[in-house]
């Protein structure tokens, strides 16, 4: 077995109309359906849409971290 | 009807007792009886007071993006 | 009594396994347990790790500032 | 006459279908409908929307730079 | 149907002999005919090469943005 | 009474012959014969002209920050 | 054929007990193993893991540009 | 034959009544009068001066990079 | 004897009703009654407060470095 | 036992005659003899010092991050 | 005569005993001994030594920009 | 003899087959045959090319620092 890996980070935006704690679990929920060994995310931004004088949507970008199988 | 627009952006800081997402509310309700047409958010910073060993305050600096009238 | 103050400012990390909120609250009871006159917060990234295709623990890195004793 | 003046810096969104110069140009013209003495700008961010596999519009954020008035 | 989508960000640079606004539109052109659903781009940098004192080539590094299908 | 607030940040340039901080104030002065409630400010950038080899402008981007009224 | 080219930009992750150097080599070899065309990279973050008051990792994050065929 | 190169980068300033790429193309032409091999350029801020509410001159700058002679 | 040394660098904040450079030395002065061998100091962030449309204090935020002593 | 830690983060500059490598290690080394259960560090800024047309010095700018003991 | 200008930006660094505006101004001043049509100047770090718990020196890093003879 | 130096900054980039420290003391060598004082050096960037999957060379760009002569 190797002792050292190789990760990849991948771009993501999540989005939630509740909180930004949703937006990012909605995307790391999304991300892992398609990519295995999702290990940790980073989030580079926060903004969101307006509606009517409210927030409307949070979203949320993160970078997500994941090993690359047999690496 | 013109095919583009003009949009400003400008900057407040919404302060809350209870959490990040509301104080990211408030803003967007103070800055939304002021100005028409807010249509999104960017988060520059979140900070905050401490009281007594607590968050007394999460303060969230906030872009705000309205399109102006008639343009 | 002196008409300026002098602050220092120290880098910390708070973990939940609930929310971002909570993360920096905990950062914050952990800080103050042990350093006295913190008076403000700036939030400098939002991390976290992901167990099983969900947010394991969200990470909050905070610069906490307090007042020099005495300055 | 004062040997100093004071100038005050607006964010604004300029967009355009044909180029990134026309965004800048259409943003500078709104802005100088309402306000005097504008002087310069600097582009913050550029970015677009796509349709159809082609942009659809060229986003430009600028920095515009205009003198207070009597300062 | 869902009320929130996750979009995936991917970089690419795109370059012109003619401009910069052409070099963004090979890079999006190139980018659609592999990826559906692309909605926005961002600009990170521009350069380019110099070729007997003059510009060879525009390259523009772009962040695109697109829906992830059934998110 | 509420027990929050929402402040708006501005960004004004001030200049001065003498000195830095004299730059600042100028602009601070200008700023506060047209808002109330003007609160800090934040340096953001410094830079001058020069005529004939010496500083002729220090010119000093600020951001000011006010509480808005009522909020 | 076309006289402009296209290029994508991935974000890897290298890891070696022994430099710094060596992990830059470890991710250029595991992403030239799946993809073609790998013509530059970029340095975005060093960092490591510590074990026994000594580097156990370091860590280097890459970007990684290479052409995309037939662009 | 030296295998490895030494390069400086030196940074101008562009200007154009037209446009952001002939701004690009003036600071290159100039840059080559004077310096041999010159190779990239890295484009570090876009700006300009308004004149009656239009687009006076675009101004970048740049990063120019050229190899050093015998290096 | 090491050929060799190790420093820390801690963030601290300087306030002067009088000038930046009064901060500056303020910041300096309480920071050196505390930690020997204060080698250098770099200035992160120049702020302030305002009172009744004047500066009320300057506020300098500094990194200050030191030898970590039989390093 | 509690189910999150806390952790504490402090710049420190190692440096050493050899290479950029060894600066790490040596600020490591120093760091853990006083302070325990270091887990990470995060390079800052590599620079040095010329000596004789020769890097007389590599010195490297970390953050190394602890957990705090008993959080 | 040209309708546009082509301008250079070096980077120099002033120091003082006094002030960070005399180091500015000793900057400017060595410079313009050695380059004609020196226009402006911006501010890129301000930093020092510290002798015996004082500032001993300020070290102010400008950008200094000037008109290439005859662009 | 003056008791304040003024500095200048320039800008190169340094290359090596072999290893990023050799990259870096390449740029000092060259650097040094053509400038007399040079006294530090930061790394800004490390780049480099692929080749056959290999790291083909490193590329370090770097900003020099040297006392300009009789200041």
Partial sequence: ?????VYKKVEI??????SIDEAINNAIAECSKRI???EWF???ETRGHV???KVGHYQVVLKVGFRIENS
């Fill in 42 to 44: 980073e989030v580079q």
């Fill in 13 to 18: 935006v999540g989005s939630s109309r509740v």
């Fill in 36 to 38: 295995k060994n999702v």
């Fill in 51 to 53: 509606e009517n004088g």
């Fill in 1 to 5: 077995m190797s002792d050292h890996h």
